[in-house]
Structures are given as C-alpha cells and as structure tokens.
Nanobody
Framework: QVQLVESGGGLVQPGGSLRLSCAAS????????MGWYRQAPGKQRELVAT???????NYVDSVKGRFTISRDNAKNTVYLQMNSLKPEDTAVYAC??????????WGQGTQVTVSS
C-alpha cells in the first residue's frame, strides 16, 4: 500500500526558511508527478508546486522566486524549500504523488506557521 510521509513543518518567523520533505513508499511503480498543495483556514486548497520525473517544475505565482521544489527519484522523495516566508504562507502543506498506473496518493499534511 502506498504511503506518503511528510516532515519539516513548524513555526518560523517572517523572512525565515523551512524545508519540507515527503517520502513515498509501498509501490515499485514509478512516480510520474509529485507536488505540494496547501490549505489555509477558511481558504480553498491551492496547488503550490509540481515536479515531473524529468525535473520540469511549476509554481503558483505567489511563491515564485521564494520556493523551490526538487525530488530524488531514487528515494521517491520530494522536497519543498521555502525561503522568505510570509504570514500568508501559513497553511497545512500536503504532498501528493501521481503514479500513472495507480493514480494519486496523498500525505497527511504538515503545519507551517509563519508568525513573529
């Protein structure tokens, strides 16, 4: 059974940095796309960043230049380096993995709070 486990969330001051990690396990099939969503209280879920197995990336405009998504295909792990964090980045961040043969799988989410 596929499982995605995130780590790296927490409390950080505005302008600070955090690095999220998400490791997928439980399947020998290759992962096509991995990415990160976030959801803040009272707001809709937002797709933050995606990365394909070939390394192509996409970002929502609000994080361009501040966040960097990367992955280690050998470890089935995706990362989100978040710099210059703002209070409006506060949300639960959840990773996902899309297997072309299995579909989408989700992590449980990790809280990121940006506050002084």
């Amino acid at each position: 059974q596929v499982q995605l486990v995130e780590s790296g969330g927490g409390l950080v001051q505005p302008g600070g940095s955090l690095r999220l990690s998400c490791a997928a396990s439980g399947s020998s099939f290759s992962i096509n796309t991995m990415g990160w969503y976030r959801q803040a209280p009272g707001k809709q879920r937002e797709l933050v960043a995606t990365i394909t197995s070939g390394g192509s990336t996409n970002y929502v405009d609000s994080v361009k230049g501040r966040f960097t998504i990367s992955r280690d295909n050998a470890k089935n792990t995706v990362y989100l380096q978040m710099n210059s964090l703002k209070p409006e980045d506060t949300a639960v961040y959840a990773c996902y993995a899309y297997y072309s043969r299995l579909g989408n799988y989700w992590g449980q989410g990790t809280q990121v709070t940006v506050s002084s």
